[in-house]
């Protein structure tokens, strides 16, 4: 992407709301948005590193719950519950890193699968704590100094700006020694070790700084639907965000962007062409031509097709 | 210097290497020969940290390396290549080069995330020396491939290169020649020699007799887990065990 480009696409972003025609495009901005910091904080972990998170709802929901809970029980305002939100996920995150270090693969898949049914387990039967299957309802809608963020326009914002950090914080990991670190994880472990990688380092670092990101998505989904219920550790979100990352292109850094635009506006718009049965047929079938004709993803194509190749590896100014 | 003692690895009942002791001299070119399965890149793997041996010390200027991980064991200094060609396929051979270069780089987390002025020159000063490292390896014309495009001998260059950047004091190369064909291979042999003259140790393994006899200082004979010879290449060649260990038994005896 051209440096234009990208400002013309930030400029886009900022003038949305002006655009579209009614509240329900503005929620779906927000859903796009909010999936957008899932699929980058995933993307991380099984773009760059290497390694596929199943159980990436769980540090979502755990953000959710942390967020509702401490706004709730402890009337902690807004701000302070979303830091928390993002400590705690990281903190999950790190104890999945340690646990999972010695493994790689599938059966990285397996611990965190199991991790996220065993934190969904919780919340399910921890009644006095989480109310349960019937979740929590009344989280307060954030606000910023005088101004409540009640507003679907002014929670865009707010979730664009979360959107932009966590770009950010993609970018400059990425494009640093950390990210050349983390993809030669990915390319060649032992290779990576001989040249002196710590692995345990940058394996556990890769999933706090993922896991604190979905944690920071979670805490904007429960204020901005200011409900929260067992139901956000469905495996549902966690396929959502893979399939974004994969669609969009794994390793890139618009990529899981591009994923999280597409198929959260997708469902959406089939909604309004076509009834329910059709709709997932044609999810699954769109789905599968996507898969067949890019398997790489729509961003490194795009790239070819520009001429312009994004790197797919992080390589500071060319 | 490298001090290896009473090196002993076993797998369950196979016993890779039995008690091998041997040293590698600061600023020399020491190689390793011996049969298939003489156990030389097992001792490779126990001294890199890749194998936890079953018995023994292995000593880098009196410091215990045994136990330590790959990792660490880099960043004292002691680095490998492996058998089996082992590039990161998926990226260019600058960024190749700048992985290796990772313990020269000094940004942690939290100065990545505030963007510090000083990790721009920082990554100024990387690009610059991996530019050096491929130039010296003679990859300056691929330096945007791919790994994974290169032909074979070219891949083998930028593992080199790799190694090279992890700024080594021993450098341990495991069969550089292999798969090679002669004119790379007087290549590879002339740039050992100059990363010799850098002051860098080197150790390597290699099957090809007239690369080994060619370069190196000293030569030890790896042979069923034991070193069964140690000298000059010269002194070498004549051993008669050494001999018997490459050719079989010799035919009074059979």
């Known amino acids: ?318 | 210097m490298l001090a290896v003692r009473d090196l002993a690895v076993r797998f369950g009942g196979v016993t890779a290497l039995e008690s091998v002791s041997f040293d590698v001299r600061p600023r020399s070119i020491t190689s390793v020969i011996g049969p298939n399965g003489a156990g030389k890149t097992t001792a490779f793997n126990a001294i890199t940290g890749y194998l936890r041996p079953t018995g023994g010390r292995i000593t880098y200027d009196g410091v215990a390396l045994t136990g330590l991980r790959p990792s660490a064991i880099a960043r004292r200094g002691i680095v490998r290549t492996f058998q089996k060609t082992s590039v990161f396929p998926g990226l260019s051979v600058e960024d190749n080069v700048l992985t290796g270069l990772h313990l020269r780089g000094t940004a942690g987390v939290l100065a990545v995330l505030a963007g510090r002025r000083r990790l721009v020159a920082e990554e100024r000063a990387l690009s610059a020396e991996a530019a050096t490292i491929i130039d010296f390896v003679g990859l300056d014309h691929r330096r945007r491939e791919a790994a994974s495009a290169l032909p074979y001998g070219e891949q083998r260059l930028v593992e080199l290169a790799v190694a090279l950047a992890a700024s080594p004091r021993v450098l341990l190369l495991d069969e550089p020649g292999a798969g090679m064909t002669g004119s790379e291979k007087t290549v590879v042999s002339g740039l050992i020699r100059r990363v010799r003259e850098q002051g860098v140790t080197v150790l390597l393994v290699e099957h090809d007799m007239r690369m080994v006899m060619g370069i190196s200082d000293t030569v030890i004979v790896l042979n069923g887990g034991r070193v069964i010879a140690e000298g000059a290449p010269a002194a070498i060649q004549a051993h008669p065990d050494v001999i018997r260990a490459y050719l079989g038994a010799s035919a009074d005896s059979s």
């Not at chain 1, 700084?209 to 904007?220: D, K, N, P, R």
Request: proline content about 6%; charged content about 10%; aromatic content about 10%.
């Open chain 1, 1 to 318: 992407m051209t440096r234009t480009g990208g400002w013309l696409l930030v400029a886009g972003a900022l003038a949305l709301p002006l655009w579209l025609p009614s509240p329900y495009h503005l929620h779906v901005a927000i859903m796009a948005g909010i999936f957008g910091v899932l699929a980058m904080s995933l993307n991380l972990l099984l773009g760059y590193t290497g390694q596929l998170s199943l159980g990436h709802a769980a540090f979502f929901g755990i953000g959710a719950y942390t967020s509702a809970l401490l706004t709730l029980k402890l009337d902690w305002s807004f701000w302070p519950a979303l830091a928390a939100a993002v400590a705690v996920a990281g903190a999950a995150g790190f104890v999945i890193g340690r646990l999972a270090l010695k493994l790689r693969g599938a059966y990285f898949v397996l611990v965190t699968i199991s991790f996220a049914g065993v934190i969904s387990l919780v919340s399910v039967n921890w009644i006095e704590l989480t109310n349960g299957p019937l979740g929590l309802p009344g989280v307060p809608a954030p606000e910023l100094g005088p101004w409540s963020l009640r507003t679907k326009t002014a929670y865009y914002y707010l979730v664009l700006a979360a959107v932009g950090l966590s770009y950010l914080v993609c970018r400059r990991l990425v494009r640093s020694r950390i990210g050349r670190a983390l993809v030669a994880l990915r390319e060649n472990e032992p290779l990576a070790e001989s040249v002196g990688v710590d692995v345990t380092h940058y394996l556990v670092l890769a999933a706090v700084v993922s896991a604190a990101m979905a944690g920071l998505g979670g805490s904007l989904y429960a204020h901005y639907t200011r409900f929260v219920s067992p139901e956000v550790f469905l495996f549902t979100y966690t396929v959502t965000m893979v399939i974004m990352v994969v669609a969009g292109g794994k390793g890139t850094l618009a990529g899981p962007l591009v994923g999280a635009v597409l198929f959260t506006a997708l469902p959406e718009a089939l909604r309004a062409a076509a009834s329910w049965q059709w709709q997932m047929l044609a999810y699954g079938v769109l789905l599968v031509l996507l898969v067949f004709f890019l398997p790489r993803g729509i961003v490194p194509r795009l790239g070819v097709a520009l001429r312009r190749p994004e790197p797919v590896t992080p390589t500071a100014r060319r």
